[in-house]
């Protein structure tokens, strides 16, 4: 059935050219190895990024049959936004190459199997009787003052319900991830005076507390420097901060004139 | 027409021969001298977090920004080909791309009210 | 068509295009020719990669009265080649913790896109080669515009990729902060073409060109400023080079990559500049046309304007430098607010305004009526602009919130100092110079002594 469509169309435009079947072949082996790799990889990243390979290699094939806009919308929007929204969300949740494999939900894969061979044939199946019935009308009339053109007459004439649609889904998109991703702050923003503020109000150390190996324990400038004692355990200034008690773990000399006070 | 793609392609040929090229000839051209903290992450002389990401790994604001983005990339998708058509459009054609543009605003608008743009 | 097949025809009306421009003169050229160009536009854009680091270093310094690079080669014009071949004989270093084969792969991808770009850059009109007929363009599509915006969104998985595959917290952070960023300003960029294709009716940089010859696009003034500064976003330079912010993020994305795929970010992102100011110079500039000074206006065939291009193409570099010696690094949430909040809804309204314009333009014979009641509905938004209802309100919201918060916060002067210790015991100072020294003898009394 598809064959004799095929030998009908290669009559019809004889525009099969070398090149057009040359690309095909190279890269339709590519675009499916690269779906196989996608669903195998260990690594989620490595999978979207064959991903990212498979939806690259179709868009060529849409630039092959004289689709240009179409092609490079596929770049631009399948892998360049939705794919980028797909490497965020990996980097979110957290991409360890020890990523689990065990299931959790029992039977996910054989579920998946059918599922998906069903979705094959409904695909395939449909499509095919859709077009053994017709007749191309043909690239020249497909794409008649110019590839933009026609799909701009198409979609902003006979199709402006759906177009004016996708605005709405457009709004779902919008509103879901909100709803997913956005977390409301009770009150409003705190400034950076208002942090300074409680910072200082808080007590404790003011500045961060030094990073491990560092001696010098208070951070201020009106305290001299000192090297350490031999006899003091050199091992972890950094917590000079929270270190309780123990005259050898009180390093602000400043904190005697305090005490004096009273 | 496809013709029209064949410089694209010598093109890409002559960058991808370039750039994996040189990519091959710095490994092979430079010195090796094994050094452990030379292999470790790099985080300004202190000890290299175990885990790239930290515990909290990152703010979910980032899935909030990609999400927008989709939804205005295909805002001018749409706009593209209305623009070069719109001269055989007219008016029937800028009444259709202003409730378009209203109704992806409506979306735009609510994330911006609801604090969905602010950055902390 | 509507289009005429030569470029140095007569000028087409830019507001009556029906179909693509005829591209017939593309995609003729035998094998030999397109290898001459193809390599001509690489070598092009690698000599102005070395050529914009040594011009941006020599220009900086400029700016900042020091002198710049002056000892490689004739006034230090080869440093950024010198440069180049250190990077090359540099230790190539791959973390431990690196994903090996996306590492390895992360600078190439960052750099195919970018040199990709350019291929549908007119340099000139048609001009003979050895004989041969051709345009000096490497390659025309109906949708050049587009092949250009997807090679730039290409060039996000190099950085998101080097980032993720370094193993490291910084590249990490800087990968996503640059992808975030970049992303958010492309939607700003994109914006800004509409109202060029709005006047053009054509996507493909060629026709595009073409309609400028009277007019150059630049008149959509909005449009053009809003390109400006969203190039400058998409290309991760200052005042938007968060992703690098060496205060934060030491190098972002890049920082654990050396000798020649350090290399290949680098050229990445000056290929990726001179890519924006070459779309700059197409779509609002003119690209190749002669600025429209009478004298200068006849020079717009053979190879004329290959100067013109350049020249345009070497001001935005210019451009880009200035801003550099001029402008301090935005903090993350400003750019991004601005990007979102003014960049987006400025854009969208502009580009609606120009397709109303143009509706008007062509629909309404009897103008008087709409020219006033436009008059008087810009006069109305100017005054509520003016007197501003809202704004002594919000002011005294403000002020209000400001007093409350000032209020309830604690006070400097009831703030302790020194700051509180944890210590319970006598507290005296376990080294140092013992109990009288000065810092100890803060007099006890006034709540706070110092500054």
């Not at chain 1, 199709?159 to 649609?165: D, P, Q, S, T």
């Not at chain 2, 909030?64 to 008016?91: C, H, K, N, Q, R």
């Not at chain 3, 730039?152 to 990968?175: K, M």
């Not at chain 3, 100092?417 to 013992?434: E, F, H, T, V």
Request: aromatic residues 12%; glycine residues 10%; charged residues 15%.
């Amino acid at each position: 059935m598809n064959a004799a469509i095929l030998v009908q169309a290669a009559g019809e435009f004889t525009r099969t050219s070398g090149g057009e079947a040359a690309t095909f072949w190279v890269l339709a082996p590519v675009a499916v190895l690269a779906a196989l790799g996608m669903v195998l990889a260990r690594s989620a990243v490595h999978g979207a990024l064959l991903l990212v390979v498979n939806l690259f290699c179709l868009a060529v094939f849409y630039l092959l049959q004289d689709a240009p806009f179409l092609g490079f919308v596929q770049i631009i929007v399948y892998t360049g936004a939705i794919m980028v929204l797909f490497l965020f969300v990996l980097m979110l949740v957290g991409v360890d190459s020890a990523d689990s494999l065990v299931e959790t939900l029992r039977g996910q894969r054989m579920a998946a199997i059918v599922l998906g061979a069903g979705f094959a044939g409904l695909l395939v199946f449909p499509i095919g009787g859709v077009i053994s019935g017709t007749k191309a009308a043909g690239l020249a009339a497909a794409n008649n003052g110019g590839n933009i053109q026609a799909i701009a007459r198409l979609l902003f004439t006979d199709y402006v319900f759906a177009f004016e649609i996708v605005s709405a889904l457009l709004i779902i998109a919008a509103v879901g991830a909100m709803i997913l991703a956005h977390r409301e702050r009770a009150g409003g923003k705190i400034t950076q005076k208002e942090m300074l503020r409680r910072r200082f109000a808080a007590g404790g150390p003011v500045t961060p507390v030094p990073g491990p190996g560092v001696y010098a324990r208070p951070q201020a400038a009106d305290v001299t420097p000192a090297l350490p004692p031999a006899s003091d355990d050199p091992g972890h200034p950094g917590d000079s901060g929270d270190s309780a008690g123990g005259d050898a773990d009180s390093p602000h000399p400043v904190g005697a004139g305090k005490g004096a006070a009273r | 027409m496809l013709s029209n793609y064949v410089p694209i392609l010598v093109l890409l040929v002559i960058a991808a021969a370039f750039a994996i090229g040189s990519v091959i000839m710095g490994s092979l051209v430079g010195p090796k001298r094994y050094n452990r903290a030379k292999l470790d992450a790099y985080e300004c002389g202190i000890e290299p977090s175990p885990e790239p990401a930290g515990p909290h790994r990152f703010p979910v604001k980032f899935y909030l920004t990609a999400m927008l983005f989709i939804v205005f990339d295909i805002e001018i998708i749409f706009l593209y080909p209305w623009a070069v058509a719109f001269g055989s459009l007219g008016i029937f054609g800028l009444v259709e791309m202003v409730l378009f543009i209203a109704t992806v605003f409506v979306a735009y608008a609510y994330v911006w009210r609801r604090g969905g743009l602010e950055w902390d | 068509m509507s289009y005429p097949s030569s470029f140095g025809a007569p000028a087409v009306p830019p507001l009556a295009a029906a179909g693509d421009p005829d591209l017939s003169v593309f995609g003729g050229d035998p094998l030999w020719l397109i290898l001459l160009k193809a390599v001509a536009v690489f070598a092009f854009l690698l000599l102005m990669t070395l050529f914009a680091i040594v011009f941006e270093r020599k220009v900086v310094a400029r700016m900042q009265q020091r002198v710049g690079p002056n000892r490689h080669g004739p006034k230090g014009w080869l440093q950024s080649l010198a440069d180049g071949v250190k990077l090359m004989l540099k230790e190539d270093i791959i973390p431990v913790l690196a994903d090996r084969p996306v590492f390895i792969l992360a600078p190439v991808v960052s750099a195919i896109p970018a040199f990709l770009a350019f291929s549908v850059i007119p340099f000139g009109p048609e001009v003979s080669i050895f004989g041969h007929h051709t345009a000096l363009q490497l390659a025309d599509l109906p949708v050049a515009v587009l092949f250009v915006l997807s090679a730039s969104s290409l060039g996000v998985y190099g950085l998101i990729l080097s980032g993720w595959a370094s193993g490291s917290t910084y590249p990490l952070l800087g990968s996503l902060r640059s992808a975030a960023q970049i992303i958010s300003y492309e939607v700003a960029m994109g914006l800004s073409f509409v109202a060029v294709f709005l006047n053009s009716g054509t996507l493909s940089t060629s026709g595009i060109v073409a309609g400028q010859r009277h007019w150059w696009n630049v008149v959509l003034v909005p449009s053009f400023i809003i390109y400006c500064i969203a190039m400058v976003g998409e290309t991760n330079r200052t005042p938007f080079d968060l992703p690098e912010a060496e205060g934060e993020l030491v190098g972002g994305f890049h920082t654990e990559y050396s000798s020649i795929k350090f290399a290949f970010f680098f050229l990445a992102e000056y290929i990726n500049t001179v890519t924006v100011s070459a779309v700059a110079t197409t779509l609002f500039l003119g690209g190749w046309q002669p600025p429209p000074i009478p004298y200068f206006s006849h020079f717009d065939t053979g190879w004329f304007p290959v100067i013109w291009f350049v020249l345009k193409l070497l001001a935005f570099l210019f451009l880009f430098i200035w801003l550099r010696g001029t402008l301090p690094r935005l903090r993350y949430d400003q750019f991004m607010a601005f990007g979102w909040k003014v960049l987006i809804p400025v854009g969208l309204v502009w580009l609606l305004a120009v397709a109303t314009f143009k509706v008007y333009r062509e629909n309404v014979t009897d103008r008087t009526p709409w020219l006033i009641g436009f008059g008087i509905a810009v006069g109305i938004l100017l005054i509520i602009t003016l007197v501003d209802p809202g704004a002594r309100k919000h002011a005294e919201r403000l002020e209000a919130a400001e007093r409350e918060r000032t209020r309830n916060a604690p006070s400097l002067d009831r703030i302790p100092w020194p700051p509180p210790q944890p210590s319970s015991k006598s507290p005296s100072p376990p080294y140092g110079p013992g109990p009288n020294r000065p810092s100890s003898v803060i007099v006890a009394g006034g709540p706070r002594q110092e500054s």
